[in-house]
């Protein structure tokens, strides 16, 4: 299902270009669909930067918002600060009325000094220091999650009254960044710890969960409700009434071939959960990272070597960028992320190329199971342009791996 509501929006886009191209090669359609807007050419013409820009544009950060937050209604947005804290996104995401789902005590205190006040803020991260709770607790935050015994207690002790939200393990299948593992209870426990939160004091209020980044399959929506429901009920059964379902991310961005239709895909997402909840809607809210930022930011990289393939082993040339996985494209890892690029002033035919990032590490490899298709002719100094980039690239570049300087972020 998901995949048709996707690949609905991939057919009617195919090129002249497109359907002339290999159809064992998924990854040319996108090449010849996507373009990098005048306004981000001239911006970087005019600033003329010698290292990788990630250059953001506000205007469609609004949009995707609107999109969102229609698509999901009447869900409230909590963006997730960690996909791309730039405070320019975050104060424009403020002022659409939106409010912000923290990770730490760095973040909270970013949306603070925007002036976004804590009651605009949710601190969603199940892994949190005492303090950085005490601090929240503060500061006047009284949302937060928590997927443990041992987290319950510390945020009882350092945040008492909280409002708490229990975080379910979830299955993730269909997600391109799954995140399921690392956190969430499993379901049978989410009353006990409910219970044992409001014994310490807490108010527990309902149930989150994360279906994974980059989820394009709606029935992992499905399994997810169908969980979070029977929590609904299995509380009430024991005097807990649970008022608030929140859906978390993993709405996705265009990665690979893939171009999500946002408002088709929150309607799928919307009508199993109302399977779930036929009688009564709890309060929802969700908090998109990748949907809400991805598409607004496109990296301008430069090729800095061509190395033929007679010179490494293997069958494909590698071709290096000044940019890798460790200054701003981590998500590459184990290539889950599959940027769209586009590679300017060259059209001639597409070669298989393994593509790697500048530093000497050899897990600072970006595509290499699967080569990635560039122009033949292709050679050092050409400018590449990395789409939808805007989540998860400058958050997440380190600050001088081999000397080579983090993402530098615009917002235009
Ligand atoms: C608690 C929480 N909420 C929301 C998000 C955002 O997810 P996405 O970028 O898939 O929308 C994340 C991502 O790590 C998260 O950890």
């Known amino acids: 299902m998901a995949y048709d509501l996707i690949n609905e929006v991939v057919t009617t886009k195919k090129t002249t270009q497109d359907n002339r191209s290999d159809s064992t090669s998924?990854?040319?359609?996108?090449?010849?669909?996507?373009?990098?807007?005048?306004?981000?050419?001239?911006?970087?013409?005019?600033?003329?930067?010698?290292?990788?820009?990630?250059?953001?544009?506000?205007?469609?950060?609004?949009?995707?918002?609107?999109?969102?937050t229609g698509a999901l209604s009447p869900a409230v947005c909590f963006y997730a600060v960690k996909a791309n804290p730039a405070p320019a996104v975050l104060r424009t995401l403020a002022a659409k009325g939106s409010c912000f789902d923290v990770a730490s005590r760095?973040?909270?205190?970013?949306?603070?000094?925007?002036?976004?006040?804590?009651?605009?803020?949710?601190?969603?991260?199940?892994?949190?220091?005492?303090?950085?709770?005490?601090?929240?607790?503060?500061?006047?935050?009284?949302?937060f999650t928590s997927d443990c015994e041992a987290d319950i207690r510390a945020l009882a002790t350092n945040a008492p009254g909280a409002r708490i939200m229990i975080r379910i393990a979830?299955?993730?299948?269909?997600?391109?960044?799954p995140l399921s593992r690392k956190f969430g209870c499993p379901t049978e426990r989410a009353v006990m710890l409910a219970q044992l939160a409001k014994e310490l004091g807490l108010i527990p209020v309902g149930i989150s969960f994360h279906v994974g980044s980059q989820q394009t399959n709606l029935d992992a929506w499905d399994k997810a409700f169908?969980?979070?429901?029977a929590l609904f009920d299995d509380a009430a059964?024991?005097?807990?009434?649970?008022?608030?379902?929140?859906?978390?991310?993993?709405?996705p961005a265009h990665s690979s071939s893939l171009a999500p239709n946002i408002a088709a895909y929150g309607q799928g997402v919307m009508a199993r959960l109302s399977a779930h909840f036929p009688d009564r809607m709890p309060n929802l809210m969700f908090e998109p990272g990748r949907a809400m930022v991805a598409e607004a930011g496109v990296i301008a990289?430069?090729?800095?070597?061509?190395?033929?393939?007679?010179?490494?082993?293997?069958?494909?040339?590698?071709?290096?960028?000044?940019?890798?996985?460790?200054?701003g494209l981590a998500e590459t890892?184990?290539?889950?992320?599959?940027?769209?690029m586009i590679v300017d002033g060259r059209?001639?035919?597409?070669?298989?190329?393994?593509?790697?990032?500048?530093?000497?590490?050899?897990?600072?490899?970006?595509?290499?199971?699967?080569?990635?298709?560039?122009?033949?002719?292709?050679?050092?100094?050409?400018?590449?342009?990395?789409?939808?980039?805007?989540?998860?690239?400058?958050?997440?570049?380190?600050?001088?791996?081999?000397?080579?300087?983090?993402?530098?972020?615009?917002?235009?």
């Open 26 to 68: 998924p990854t040319l359609q996108f090449v010849n669909e996507l373009h990098v807007a005048d306004e981000v050419r001239a911006f970087v013409d005019t600033v003329s930067p010698d290292h990788p820009a990630l250059i953001v544009q506000q205007s469609k950060v609004d949009d995707a918002y609107d999109l969102l």
């Open 106 to 143: 760095g973040e909270i205190d970013l949306c603070l000094s925007l002036g976004i006040t804590a009651d605009r803020l949710s601190y969603g991260a199940p892994v949190k220091r005492p303090s950085s709770i005490a601090y929240a607790h503060d500061m006047g935050i009284t949302l």
């Open 170 to 177: 979830v299955e993730s299948v269909g997600a391109e960044w």
């Open 226 to 229: 169908a969980r979070a429901r």
């Open 237 to 251: 059964a024991s005097g807990i009434h649970f008022t608030l379902l929140n859906l978390g991310g993993g709405m």
């Open 301 to 327: 990289a430069t090729v800095i070597l061509v190395a033929e393939a007679e010179d490494r082993e293997g069958d494909h040339r590698w071709v290096y960028l000044d940019i890798g996985r460790y200054s």
């Open 333 to 340: 890892l184990e290539e889950s992320i599959r940027y769209p």
């Open 347 to 412: 059209d001639g035919d597409l070669q298989p190329s393994v593509m790697a990032g500048p530093s000497c590490d050899s897990t600072d490899t970006l595509y290499e199971k699967t080569p990635y298709p560039l122009p033949a002719d292709i050679q050092a100094g050409d400018r590449v342009w990395i789409l939808a980039a805007g989540a998860y690239t400058a958050s997440y570049s380190s600050v001088n791996f081999n000397g080579y300087e983090p993402l530098e972020t615009f917002v235009i």
